[in-house]
């Protein structure tokens, strides 16, 4: 039986091949954050020089990349960018996700939504019927901490504060347990209205177009509208 690391290489592996083709010396990919992230950053070493560089989600990310010799590109400078890779804590079979457990929810989002295409790689843990096992995290301007954290409760969510952490944007995190999420889209547009909220890790209104998950039979490819 392969280890939870060896699927998270498989799948990484399976993004490498999928974007392989899309290279070229003027080509930016987008790239996540978190240990599955990592080993795609670790194989897109192997390509450098193939393409121009990547937009990272955030600066252990960018770091990562610029440690291999690959180009870190400003998103402000970027036009176009075909794919973003990233991983997921929870992906659900409409391709919606919870994300954020590395704490790059905001980042991730905003680099997400300027690419064409949004490649999920995760084992097949990570697969779930319905998301809100994993704590919802959600992105929150410090002074509005407990306001959000109110207005969270009274969705029925057990907000705790992630202690001792701060984003790469100078904010906090509350990780919501406890949330019924129906409606992933709908849930994702109004916390994401709450005052004083960056950003939550419900990723419905832009979803993965493409979710490669490993698991003890291979990669299996997922997608939009393949509801299981
Ligand atoms: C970071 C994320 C990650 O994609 C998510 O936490 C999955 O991480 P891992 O690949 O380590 O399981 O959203 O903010």
Redesign the pocket.
Known sequence: MLSQQQL?QQAADAALAYIEPMLGADVIIGV??????DLFIDGLARYAGRFRGAVASSVRSAERLAGHGIAVLDLNDVQHMPVYV????EIDAGMNMI???????TR?KIVASVADEFVCI?DDSKLVRRLGRFPLPVEVIPMAREAVARALRAYGGIPALREGFVTDNGNVILDVSGLEINEPARLEQEINNLPGVVTC?LFALRGANLALLAGSDGVQRLLPGARG
């Open positions: 998270k996540g954050t978190g240990s599955t992230a990233d991983g997921a804590d994300k954020g457990g590395g704490g790059a929810l991730e995760a890790g």
